[in-house]
């Protein structure tokens, strides 16, 4: 099983603030629930997660998220037998709000064999129908984030994608635009412009960097745009957070640039960086 289906019916179990969740996964681009269901059910960690709505206030798909982790809930010696029962533990990364939900009726013209007018509790998706599902995510779901690079969560299988993950002030639509208007769309660290390498459609294209250490954040901190956000392309973004676990300050992905042999705009030509580093074996090392 790699994929199943969790009904959801707000008329009986509503213990989560919907419209809430959908706001925090807009922000920080994940919300992490325990579900409770019947039964003993053993859904490997990895697993795609379809939530669907049910009851009398609408009905359709409405979310996607993956599988953490499952709970059994063992009954304990002395206790009275009960129903038995697992707890999923799912990190939701894609929520449509309730009322723009994918229509029944287009789920069952597009995918008539999940039966999706019987679904209960939970339902394992036949591998036929998970790449079905996924092509009408992607046309029937949540936009993708604006000026993303990323794919719509959902989209493709856990184990064709990469997980990149970028926290609440570098997904700020607000802040992202005081960022740009201030230091403009060329990466700040290589001066890559999306713009000049691919023409209009690159226009305006850039991911902002969150450049303040997360053990400085505190319940007192406010996001200043232009001291704390930086453009950078995707390279240098990816380059700034792998392998460490405090991002490299802007300065720093300069400095490494330059170690490289690479110049602002262009890259040395193998001539080049051979006259580079020969230049600096007979200067030696810098100070400190």
């Known amino acids: 099983m790699t994929a199943i289906i969790l009904a959801w019916n707000p008329d009986r179990w509503n213990d989560w603030n919907y419209t809430a969740v959908v706001e925090q996964v807009r922000e920080a681009g994940q919300y992490h629930a325990i579900w409770t269901i019947a ?6 960690a990895g697993a795609d997660v379809w939530l669907l709505l049910q009851g009398r206030r609408g009905r359709g798909l409405l979310g996607h998220g993956v599988i953490v982790s499952t709970l059994s809930s063992a009954t304990q010696p002395g206790e009275a037998a009960r129903t038995p029962s697992a707890q999923l533990v799912i990190t939701f990364d894609s929520l449509l709000p309730r009322g723009d939900q994918i229509s029944p009726e287009i789920l069952r013209e597009t995918i008539p064999e999940v039966g999706w007018d019987g679904v209960r509790g939970v339902q394992a998706v036949g591998p036929g129908a998970e790449p079905r599902i996924r092509e009408l995510w992607l046309r029937s779901g949540p936009a993708l984030f604006p000026d993303s690079a990323l794919p719509v969560p959902g989209t493709y299988p856990a184990w064709a994608v990469s997980r990149v993950d970028a926290n609440r002030y570098e997904r700020d639509p607000d802040a992202r635009r ?4 201030h230091y403009g769309t060329s ?6 412009s999306f713009e000049i390498a691919y023409g209009d459609i690159g226009r305006d294209f850039i991911d902002v960097h969150h450049t303040v250490p997360v053990s400085q954040l505190d319940e007192n901190y406010r996001l200043d745009p232009v001291t704390d956000l930086v453009p950078l392309c995707a390279n240098c973004h990816a380059m700034a957070h792998v392998g460490v676990t405090t991002a490299r300050s802007l300065s720093e992905l300069r400095q ?11 890259a040395l030509s193998p001539e080049e960086l051979e006259s580079q580093q020969e230049a600096h074996r007979i200067l030696g090392p810098g100070p400190g």
């Open 39 to 44: 039964g003993h059910v053993s859904v490997p």
């Open 178 to 181: 005081a960022c740009i208007a």
């Open 187 to 192: 990466c700040a660290a290589c001066g890559f």
């Open 256 to 266: 490494l640039l330059g170690r490289a042999g690479f110049m602002r705009g262009r």
